[in-house]
T-cell receptor, first 115, second 116 residues
Framework: AQSVTQPDIHITVSEGASLELRCNYSYGATPYLFWYVQSPGQGLQLLLK??????LVQGIKGFEAEFKRSQSSFNLRKPSVHWSDAAEYFC?????????????FGTGTRLKVLA | DGGITQSPKYLFRKEGQNVTLSCEQN?????MYWYRQDPGQGLRLIYY???????QKGDIAEGYSVSREKKESFPLTVTSAQKNPTAFYLCASNPGRGGGADQPQHFGDGTRLSIL
């Protein structure tokens, strides 16, 4: 079955430090990949998406993600974290080849930023 | 601005009571979804609908019901059969089959349901 794994439940970084959030997926073909951010008590906001082409994609708020087919990974990065980046981050997959539009979400990584 | 509106933001349910969560979108999207979010469990799909008058069960449909009589509306009823309804509920939409699988989902701001 298709699945998405975010191995880190919590990550703490200092403001100004770099950030990498990990995401691995299990799917035979290349799925459509997304990263979302969620502030407490709010819905999810799309940061970026990948479906083909350049494996390094740029998103909003200075985030980027790199798709690595050989590792089945789609890690999210930011060179310098701001205190406002503290939130929960979700990786998601749309395995379109399954013939449905059932997105699959990881369990999320909660980011804490130290001043 | 186009978007998804969920109401109410907070909802309280008594034991044995059914409650209905509202979700309205003005994005002209065909597909709509309901998710349940619990701490540490990510988003779990309850029901989804790819077109008006049609919907499918997701992974945790027991104790829930939906309807899709209008394109813009996809209400979720939490029935008394749902034994642990306390959670954060998120509604989402996307263009659907005609819009391409690369289209992301758009989310509402959620409804937090609690048991009294």
């Amino acid at each position: 079955a298709q699945s998405v794994t975010q191995p880190d439940i919590h990550i703490t970084v200092s403001e100004g430090a770099s950030l990498e959030l990990r995401c691995n997926y299990s799917y035979g073909a290349t799925p459509y990949l997304f990263w979302y951010v969620q502030s407490p008590g709010q819905g999810l906001q799309l940061l970026l998406k990948y479906f083909s082409g350049d494996t390094l994609v740029q998103g909003i708020k200075g985030f980027e993600a790199e798709f690595k087919r050989s590792q089945s990974s789609f890690n999210l990065r930011k060179p310098s974290v701001h205190w406002s980046d503290a939130a929960e981050y979700f990786c998601a997959v749309n395995p379109e080849g399954a013939g449905t539009y059932k997105y699959i979400f990881g369990t999320g990584t909660r980011l804490k930023v130290l001043a | 601005d186009g978007g998804i509106t969920q109401s109410p933001k907070y909802l309280f349910r008594k034991e044995g009571q059914n409650v209905t969560l509202s979700c309205e979108q003005n994005l002209n999207h065909d597909a709509m979804y309901w998710y349940r979010q619990d701490p540490g469990q990510g988003l779990r799909l309850i029901y989804y609908s790819q077109i008006v008058n049609d919907f499918q069960k997701g992974d945790i449909a027991e104790g829930y019901s939906v309807s899709r009589e209008k394109k813009e509306s996809f209400p979720l009823t939490v029935t008394s059969a749902q034994k642990n309804p306390t959670a954060f509920y998120l509604c989402a939409s996307n263009p659907g089959r005609g819009g391409g699988a690369d289209q992301p989902q758009h989310f509402g701001d959620g409804t937090r349901l609690s048991i009294l």
